[in-house]
């Protein structure tokens, strides 16, 4: 069992910056793809970006390209995602989560492929 603890929401104005922190009790030793969704109100969960075990693979959706990074430090055990030029739209309760795979650079962007999922952490984006 995987146990997933977000930190670093919060509320900004339009244009500021915020970077989300993910605590993992994964063993080091086996891989694991790591990936941000997020859920405004009244929407469904959706993806946000991934990161390979390796850490040199990653995928956003379009919305976020060029203003969110995704990094890991596995020493660690944390994932971050670094979130910049935030706009109203970015506001949801974003999620951490975790999925196994086989090969290090391996990643997911559907929710249906992550096995563990933290509780969340609120963003609000004023304009």
């Known amino acids: 069992q995987v146990q997933l603890v977000e930190s670093g929401g919060g509320s900004v104005q339009t244009g500021g910056s915020l970077s989300l922190s993910c605590v993992a009790s994964?063993?080091?030793?086996?891989?694991?793809?790591m990936g941000w969704f997020r859920q405004a109100p009244g929407k469904e969960r959706e993806f946000v970006a991934t990161?390979?075990?390796?850490?040199?693979?990653?995928y956003y959706t379009d919305s976020v390209k060029g203003r969110f990074t995704i990094s890991r430090d596995n020493a660690k055990n944390c994932v971050y995602l670094h979130m910049t030029g935030l706009k109203p739209e970015d506001t949801a309760v974003y999620y951490c989560a975790a999925v196994y795979t086989l090969w290090s650079g391996g990643y997911r962007y559907t929710a249906a492929e992550y096995e563990y999922w933290g509780h969340g952490t609120q963003v609000t984006v004023s304009s």
């Open positions: 994964y063993s080091t030793s086996s891989h694991y793809a």
């Open positions: 990161i390979s075990w390796s850490g040199d693979r990653t």
